[in-house]
C-alpha cells in the first residue's frame, strides 16, 4: 500500500472533475479525498501503488472533455485510516485560481431539451457540470450558487436531489435549474410593456423574427439584435438604426446543415463552430447562394456561429440564417444591464427577448478564423475568458497587471504561470470601454484574489490604457515597466509557445509607439527572450495631419501620389483626386511645409492601396478599406510586381508606384489586388530569409493586426516553408494579446 498526494491545476474546476475523480477511485479500488484549492485540485490518494499509477495516467488520459491539465504534481505521503474515496467540499476555501468559460449546452443537455418526455424539454437554461454559463454569472468566489446570479432561484427538490446526487452530471452543477425553480423568458414591446412569457415568449419571438421584425435578444454575455438574415428591409432597418453603415454582421445558422448551404466549411472550422465557445467563425461564402446583401457588402465571407445557449435551439429554426449582432451602439461595449438595455433599445427593436438571469460579467462573441489550419484568434471573449493561458517562464513571477494597448482593449494578470487574460472590451477612445476598463480591473482582482505588484504599460504616452495602469501603480505604489508595442506582439506568440531561442518577429499592425519615436507597425524583429532588436522594416510615410490620416486613408494617398509625380499625374491618379473630399487641394498646397509623424505600418500600407483603388476614402469601421481590400482577392491569383528592397528596409514606394502602373494599364481592382498581396507577400518572405541568414536564426514569428489578412498570413506561411512558424492561437493576432506579452516580457525583467 502507498499513498501520495496528487496537486493538479489547469482547468479543473466546474467541469465535473472532482466527480470524475471519485468515480475513477472508486473503480480502481483506491481510497482517499479530493478538494479544490486555491489554484487548482488536490487529490489524496492510497492503495496498491500499481493501481495509483495507473489512476494518474488515467486522470490525464480520461479527463473531462473542457478540462485541462497543465501541471501535476504527484508526491508520496503518509498513509492515513480511510476506507472509501469521499469529495470534500471546499468551504471557506478563498479565491479559487480558475474560473471555468461558458459553455454551450453538451450532448445529454440538448437531448434533454429535445426530449418531450423529460422534465426539461425545451428548458432553456438547462445545463450541467459539463455546460452552462460560468464566469459571466459569477459574482465571487468560491464558485457556489450562493456566490452566482443563480442565487435568487432556489432549487426544487427535484434539481436539488440532481444537485446532491454524487453519481450524477448536475452533482454541484451551480446553475442547476428547471423550469419549476429557475429563470424564465419575458418577451416585452418596444415601451416596456409585459407582452407574454415562458416558452410562449420564445414562441412568439420566433414569429416577429420570421415576420421581418427586429428584437433584442438577451444572450449568455450580453444582448444581441437578431433579424431574419434573408429578409434584405429587415437587415438595412437594422443597420439604419443601429448607425452601422457597413461592418459585416454576424449571422447565427439554425443548424450545421444550412450554414453549409451557404459558406465552405472545412474540417477545423466545422469543430470550432461546434466547441463549447460556440465563436463566430469566418467562413468563405458560396457565391451562388446569397442571403440578404446587406449583411456583409463588399465580403466574400460572412461570419456564422450556431446557437450557443439551450434557448438559441428552442427560438431558432433550424433551416433558418438570422443575423445576430451585438446590441451595443457602435464603439459602445456589449449592453447587459437590463435598465439600460430597456431604454437604449428604444427605437432599435420593436420587441425584447430577456430573461431574469442577471449577467454579472458582459462578454461579447467570440471570433476566430482558419488559416493554413491554424485558429487565429480575432476577438477572445465567450467561451474563452477567463481560462487561463500557462506562461512558464512566469512560474515563479510575482502577480503583475499588464495594460494592454488602447485599441481591442483587454488586460491580463497572472497567478504564477497561469496568464489569465480580461474579455475584449473595445477601443479605449470610448468613455464606456474606459469605464469598463476599470471595472473588469476590479472584477479580477476580486474573483481571483489577485493583488498586482507590478504593473506594466505600452511605452506609448498618449495610451489611456497606460495613463491607467500609472495611476493604479501610483495608487499601491507599484513599480512601473514600460514594453515596446510590436516587442509585445511577438512575445505574446512566445509566451503561447513557450520558445526560448532567438526568433525573428514579423509584426505588421496599425500603429504603435517605436523606440524612435515614429510609429511603428511593418517590423521584422530579433527576439530572444525580453531581448529586441529592430532588423528591418517597412519604409516610412508620413501620416499628414496625424490622427485623421488614420481615420482617412487618402491622405496618406495623397502624399504617395505627390511624391511619385511631382510634375503632375497620370490621368487616372487626376481622375481619382477629383473625387476625393473636399479640402484635398489644401492639404496638397500645405503639406510640403507640414510637421508630420513618420510611420511604418503594415497597415497603413494596406490603406492607401484600398483608397487609390477607390475602395472609399474613409474607414466606415475599423480596417474597413483593408479589409475589403483582401476580400476583392480572395478569388483572384496574383503575380509578383515590382519592389525594391536593401538590408534593412522594404519600399513602399516602389510597390506603391507598381500599383499606380497597372491602374494605368486598365487592370481590374480585384486583379490589382491580388497582386499587390503576392508582391507583399513574396518580399516578406525575401526580408524574412536575409535575416534569419544574418543571425542564423530558425524560428519565425507572424503577429500583428495586418495579419488577420488570410492571404496575407495563410501567404507568408507559405513562403517561409522550411522555417519554424509560429502564429498566436490562444491569444488574438491582434492588439488582444499585447497584454499577454508584456507578462511575459515582465517575468524576465524581473529576474
Ligand atoms: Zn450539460
Ligand atoms: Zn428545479
Ligand atoms: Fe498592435
Not at 485540485?41 to 494518474?56: K, M, P, R, S, T
Not at 500645405?590 to 505600418?601: G, K, L, N, T
Request: proline letters at 5%; charged letters at 20%.
Amino acid at each position: 500500500m502507498k499513498a501520495y498526494t496528487i496537486h493538479v491545476t489547469g482547468i479543473v474546476q466546474g467541469i465535473g472533475f472532482r466527480p470524475f475523480v471519485s468515480k475513477l477511485a472508486h473503480e480502481l479500488g483506491i481510497v482517499g479525498t479530493v478538494r479544490n484549492d486555491t489554484s487548482g485540485v488536490e487529490i489524496h490518494i492510497q492503495g496498491v501503488d500499481a493501481d495509483c499509477q495507473l489512476f494518474v495516467e488515467r486522470l490525464q488520459s480520461e479527463l473531462p472533455i473542457h478540462g485541462r491539465i497543465d501541471t501535476l504534481q504527484m508526491e508520496p505521503t503518509e498513509l492515513q485510516t480511510l476506507d472509501d474515496f469521499t469529495i470534500i467540499l471546499s468551504h471557506g476555501v478563498k479565491g479559487h485560481a480558475f474560473i471555468g468559460a461558458d459553455m454551450a449546452p453538451c450532448e445529454a443537455c440538448l437531448q434533454d431539451i429535445q426530449d418531450p418526455e423529460n422534465r426539461r424539454f425545451h428548458y432553456g437554461f438547462t445545463n450541467c457540470t459539463n455546460c452552462g454559463p460560468r464566469y459571466t454569472i459569477i459574482e465571487s468566489t468560491p464558485y457556489d450558487r450562493d456566490k452566482t446570479s443563480m442565487k435568487v432561484f432556489p432549487m426544487c427538490e427535484n434539481c436539488q436531489k440532481e444537485y446532491d446526487d454524487l453519481n450524477g452530471r448536475r452533482y454541484h452543477a451551480e446553475p442547476n435549474a428547471c423550469e419549476h425553480c429557475g429563470p424564465m423568458f419575458t418577451l416585452k414591446g418596444a415601451d416596456g410593456t409585459v407582452l407574454t412569457t415562458g416558452l410562449d415568449a420564445i414562441e412568439q419571438a420566433k414569429e416577429h423574427i420570421q415576420n421581418g421584425s427586429i428584437v433584442a435578444l438577451k444572450g449568455v454575455g450580453g444582448y444581441h439584435l437578431v433579424c431574419d438574415a434573408l429578409q434584405e428591409n429587415a437587415v438595412q432597418s437594422l443597420r439604419q438604426r443601429k448607425g452601422r453603415p457597413r461592418k459585416p454582421l454576424a449571422v447565427m445558422a439554425g443548424s450545421l446543415e444550412i450554414a453549409k448551404q451557404y459558406v465552405h466549411i472545412s474540417e477545423k472550422e466545422e469543430e470550432l463552430l461546434l466547441s463549447p465557445a460556440r465563436p463566430i467563425v469566418l467562413l468563405q461564402k458560396i457565391t451562388e447562394r446569397t442571403i440578404a446583401p446587406s449583411v456583409a457588402p463588399g465580403m466574400a465571407t460572412l461570419g456564422i456561429l450556431l446557437p450557443y445557449a439551450p434557448y438559441h435551439y428552442s427560438l431558432i429554426p433550424s433551416e433558418a440564417l438570422w443575423v445576430m449582432t451585438s446590441a451595443n451602439r457602435s464603439g459602445d461595449p456589449v449592453l447587459y444591464d437590463d435598465v439600460q438595455a430597456a431604454e437604449e433599445l428604444q427605437g432599435i427593436a420593436e420587441y425584447i427577448l430577456t430573461h431574469n438571469r442577471e449577467i454579472i460579467s458582459p462578454v461579447d462573441d467570440s471570433v476566430v478564423q482558419v488559416v493554413q489550419n491554424e485558429p487565429i484568434l480575432i476577438r477572445r471573449s465567450r467561451g474563452y475568458v477567463p481560462l487561463s493561458i500557462l506562461v512558464v517562464p512566469l512560474e515563479k513571477s510575482p502577480t503583475m497587471l499588464a495594460m494592454g494597448a488602447d485599441m481591442k482593449a483587454s488586460f491580463g494578470m497572472n497567478r504564477g504561470s497561469h496568464a489569465i487574460l480580461s474579455p475584449y472590451m473595445g477601443d479605449m477612445e470610448h468613455q464606456r470601454v474606459q469605464d469598463l476598463l476599470w471595472i473588469t480591473t476590479k472584477r479580477y482582482e476580486d474573483l481571483f484574489q489577485l493583488q498586482p505588484t507590478q504593473v506594466i504599460v505600452d511605452a506609448h504616452p498618449n495610451y489611456y490604457t497606460s495613463q491607467c495602469g500609472r495611476i493604479y501603480a501610483e495608487k499601491h505604489q507599484l513599480p512601473v515597466i514600460e514594453v515596446q508595442h510590436h516587442h509585445a506582439h511577438v512575445a505574446a506568440v512566445l509566451a503561447e509557445h513557450n520558445i526560448q531561442d532567438p526568433v525573428l518577429g514579423i509584426c505588421f499592425d496599425g500603429t504603435g509607439y517605436g523606440t524612435d519615436g515614429t510609429l511603428w507597425g511593418g517590423e521584422f524583429l530579433y527576439c530572444h527572450k525580453e531581448y529586441m532588436e529592430r532588423m528591418a522594416h517597412l519604409s516610412y510615410a508620413p501620416l499628414p495631419g496625424g490622427e485623421i490620416a488614420v481615420r482617412e486613408p487618402w491622405r496618406q494617398a495623397l502624399w504617395y501620389v505627390n511624391q511619385l509625380y511631382p510634375a503632375g499625374a497620370p490621368t487616372v491618379l487626376e481622375q481619382w483626386k477629383e473625387s476625393l473630399p473636399k479640402g484635398w487641394q489644401l492639404l496638397e498646397k500645405m503639406m510640403p511645409h507640414m510637421q508630420m509623424i513618420q510611420s511604418s505600418s503594415g497597415g497603413r500600407l494596406f490603406d492607401t492601396v484600398a483608397s487609390l483603388l477607390g475602395l472609399g476614402y474613409e474607414h466606415l469601421y475599423d480596417a474597413h478599406l483593408a479589409i475589403e481590400l483582401e476580400q476583392l482577392a480572395l478569388s483572384e491569383k496574383g503575380s509578383i510586381l515590382d519592389m525594391k528592397m536593401d538590408e534593412t528596409v522594404l519600399d513602399t514606394m516602389s510597390l506603391v508606384r507598381s500599383v499606380i502602373e497597372q491602374l494605368e494599364c486598365g487592370e481590374s481592382v480585384a486583379k490589382i489586388s491580388a497582386n499587390f498581396h503576392r508582391t507583399l507577400i513574396y518580399y516578406i518572405g525575401q526580408m524574412a530569409k536575409q535575416c534569419c541568414e544574418k543571425r542564423q536564426i530558425s524560428h519565425i514569428v507572424l503577429c500583428g493586426g495586418v495579419f488577420q489578412n488570410r492571404i496575407l498570413l495563410g501567404g507568408v506561411m507559405q513562403e517561409l516553408q522550411g522555417y519554424k512558424v509560429h502564429v498566436p492561437t490562444q491569444s488574438p493576432m491582434n492588439d488582444g494579446a499585447i497584454a499577454l506579452g508584456q507578462l511575459w516580457l515582465g517575468s524576465y525583467i524581473n529576474r
